[in-house]
DNA sequence: GGAAGTTTTTCCAACGTTGCAAATTCGTGA
DNA sequence: TCACGAATTTGCAACGTTGGAAAAACTTCC
C-alpha cells in the first residue's frame, strides 16, 4: 500500500538508512544524494509510518485529555484550547470523556488501557475528591486540572478561585451593591470550585464590613441552568431581599438571570449579575453577562507545555522534578448586567 | 519498564508465542500452563503494547474526527456524541478543529500527517464547496458530514435540511402565523445548510399558500448569535412586519430571539420564534426554546458505524463497496417560543 | 603515491507483537 | 510397543522505523 522507507530507497538506489538520513535532515548527506533521494519521496508520496517511529522511539506525539463531557461549554472551550496548544507543540489530543462527576468512571480512566497510544494525560475531574488523591499515582506523565484534589503526586494547574470569586464579589461592591446573593453553594462542601468561590465571596463582604447572611446563599446540586434559575426562583419566593447575584458559574447566573426576569425584575437596573468562567455565551445573553475569566486559555497552554515538558524529561532519564502547582491569571470582565444605572 | 510478552514468558517459563496465545485466548492450551501464565500476567501487570501491535496488525483503534472547532456548541455536541459512539464499538477519537470555515486548512487536513495512527476520519466540512470534491478521494476511510458536498466518492451522513426545515416552518404555520420571517440565508448560496434549508422554509410556504415575501428573509454572513441579533434589528427598523420568525439555527434564533426582547416584541405573543438543531441550550433560555432535533445523535452513530465498517472491509480486502449517503430522521420539538397564546 | 582524516553510506539489531508453519508432546487403539 | 492423529508448544519472520557503529569513499597534505 503505502511506500515505505524499501521503496524509496530502491527507487532512488541507496540504502534505507540514507533515506531515513534525509528524511531527519541528517548533515552529511551528499546534495546529489539527496536530491536524488528526495525526487523519490515526492515521487512515491512517502510519509512515515508513526505507528513503526513510535515503538522505536517509545513516543506517540498523542496526549489524552480526559475531561467529564464535551456538551459543558465550559470544557468544550477548554478543550478547544488544549487542542490549539496541543498543536502548537507538534501534539494530538485524543478526548475521553468521564461522564458528570462520575468518580467510578473517572478512576478507571486513569488505568484506560485505551490510553496506551498516549504519551500523557491532561486530567480534569469532577467527581473525584481529596481522599482519591493516591489513584493519582499512576506510571506516566500527567497533568491534573480543576478543583478536586490539591497537593497530588502530580504537577497542578488551576485558577485563583478564592482570589477571583472575590474580585467579582467586590465588583458588585463597586457598583453600590450592599444585598448580594450568591447562587451555586454546595452543601457542606470544604473543597471544590463552589466552596473556594464561595469563600471569595465572604472574604469580599468582610473586607467591605458587609454582614454574612445565610438566606443569601442558594445551594444547588449540580451546575446547570436549570439549578441555577431554581435556586433564584426560591430565593425570590422567599421574600429575602437582594440587589445583586453572584453566580458561581455562568451557566449558573445565565439560569438566575432568566428567573429574575420572569419575576419581572430588570437586569442590571433592580439586579446585578456577575458569573464566573467568562464562556463564549455570556457575550451574547440579554444582558451580556458580566463575569471573570479564570485564565482558561493560560491553563490549557500551561497544562500542555508541563505536560510535555514531562515527557520530554521522562525520555532522557532527567531526575524528576517535584510535582508543581500553577495558578493562573483572572480578569473581570464588566459588561451590561452589571452597568451602573 | 513496562512488563512485555518476553518477561510473561520467562517467568511463566514458556515462549513468547505461548503467552501471546493465552491473551488472545486462543482454545489449544492446557489448562495448566494458561494458568502459569495467567498468574506471571497478573503478577508484572503486563499490559500488551498497543503500538506493536497497531505495527504488526496495521491497525491503531483510533479514529480522527475533524471539526470546526469546539467552541461552536453544535459541534461540542456532535463531538460528544462521537465519542460515546466510538467507545461503543471500542474505538477512540482523535479531535481536529478546522477552524469556522477555513478552506485551507480543511483540505490540508485531509492530507495531514497527524492521520497518521488513525484507522479513518469523520470530517466536518464547513469552507469547502462542492468545487472540491475530488479532494475527497483520499487512500483511507472517510465519512463526510454535513450539507457542504454531496455526491463525492465517499460514505455521506447527513440531516435531511430541507423536510425538517419545512416542518419547522409548518409548525409555525400550523400555530396561525403567516407573516414569516427566516434569519440567516447566505447570500447567493445554493447548496449547504442555509440554502437548504431556506429552501424547506420557501417550500412550506409555497404549501400553505403564502406568498414568499424577499423582505422576510435576513441575510448574514456567519451563523453566530450576534449575526442573528443584527438581522433580526435590521428588519425591525426597516418596518418589516411579522409574526413569526424561522432561525436557521438555534443559535441565530437565540440571537433573534434577544433582539426581538430588546425591541419589546413579546415571545411567543407578539411574535414566535423556532430554531434548528436541538442545543442542550435551547431548552434553558428565556423563553424555552421550539426547535428541531436534526438526529444528532444517530448521525453521529451513523458516521461511527459506517467507518469501522468500511474499516473492517479494507482490512479483509473486501471489494469496496459503493459509497452511500445517510439521511437521519428529524423531530419538531415545541416548547414555549411558539406556545399557542 | 599513500597515510591520515573527514565525509558519506551501509549494515545490523532492536522496538513488541502476531501469522504461519514446524516441532514436540500426548493419547488412543492395534 | 508402535503408529497415527490430535493437542500443545515453539521458532521464525515480518510490520517500518531508528541508533550505533562499521565500512566505504573521498580529501588533503606531505
Redesign the pocket.
Known amino acids: 500500500?503505502?511506500a515505505?522507507?524499501?521503496d524509496v530507497a530502491a527507487l532512488a538506489?541507496?540504502?534505507?538508512?540514507?533515506v531515513?538520513?534525509v528524511?531527519?535532515d541528517?548533515?552529511?548527506?551528499?546534495?546529489?544524494?539527496?536530491e536524488r533521494v528526495q525526487r523519490a519521496i515526492v515521487e512515491l508520496d512517502?510519509?512515515?509510518?508513526i505507528t513503526?517511529?513510535s515503538?522505536?522511539?517509545?513516543r506517540t506525539g498523542v496526549i489524552g485529555l480526559a475531561l467529564p463531557e464535551l456538551s459543558l461549554s465550559y470544557f468544550a472551550e477548554l478543550a478547544d484550547a488544549v487542542i490549539q496548544a496541543a498543536e502548537r507543540q507538534s501534539l494530538v489530543v485524543l478526548i475521553e470523556q468521564t461522564g458528570r462527576g462520575d468518580r467510578e468512571r473517572e478512576i478507571a480512566m486513569l488505568t484506560n488501557p485505551r490510553l496506551q497510544l498516549t504519551d500523557g494525560l491532561i486530567f480534569s475531574p469532577l467527581g473525584m475528591s481529596q481522599d482519591d488523591v493516591d489513584r493519582l499515582n499512576v506510571r506516566y506523565p500527567l497533568v491534573v486540572l480543576g478543583e478536586r484534589i490539591f497537593g497530588g503526586p502530580v504537577d497542578h494547574v488551576t485558577m485563583r478561585n478564592e482570589e477571583a470569586a472575590q474580585a467579582a464579589t467586590e465588583h458588585l461592591i463597586r457598583t453600590g451593591r450592599r444585598r448580594i446573593a450568591v447562587i451555586g453553594a454546595h452543601e457542606g462542601e470544604v473543597i471544590g470550585s463552589a466552596a473556594l468561590r464561595l469563600e471569595g465571596y465572604h472574604r469580599a463582604l468582610d473586607a467591605a464590613g458587609i454582614p454574612r447572611s445565610e438566606e443569601l446563599v442558594g445551594y444547588v446540586i449540580e451546575w446547570h441552568r436549570l439549578n441555577g434559575a431554581e435556586a433564584m426562583r426560591r430565593m425570590i419566593a422567599a421574600g429575602v431581599e437582594f440587589d445583586a447575584v453572584f453566580g458561581l458559574n455562568d451557566t449558573l447566573a445565565l439560569g438566575a438571570m432568566r428567573a429574575l426576569q420572569e419575576a419581572g425584575l430588570r437586569v442590571p437596573q433592580d439586579v446585578a449579575v456577575i458569573g464566573f468562567d467568562d464562556l463564549d455565551e455570556a457575550r451574547y445573553s440579554l444582558p451580556t453577562l458580566s463575569t471573570v475569566d479564570p485564565g482558561r486559555v493560560e491553563i490549557a497552554e500551561t497544562a500542555v507545555r508541563v505536560l510535555a515538558e514531562r515527557i520530554t524529561a521522562g525520555a532522557t532519564s532527567t531526575p524528576p522534578a517535584d510535582p508543581r502547582a500553577y495558578l493562573t491569571d483572572f480578569s473581570v470582565i464588566g459588561r451590561e448586567s452589571t452597568a451602573s444605572v
Chains 1, 2 share one sequence.
Open positions: 500500500m503505502a515505505t522507507l524499501h538506489g541507496v540504502s534505507i538508512k540514507t531515513s538520513n528524511v531527519h541528517y548533515q552529511h548527506v551528499r546534495a546529489s544524494t539527496r512517502y510519509k512515515p509510518n513503526a517511529r515503538l522505536r522511539s517509545g
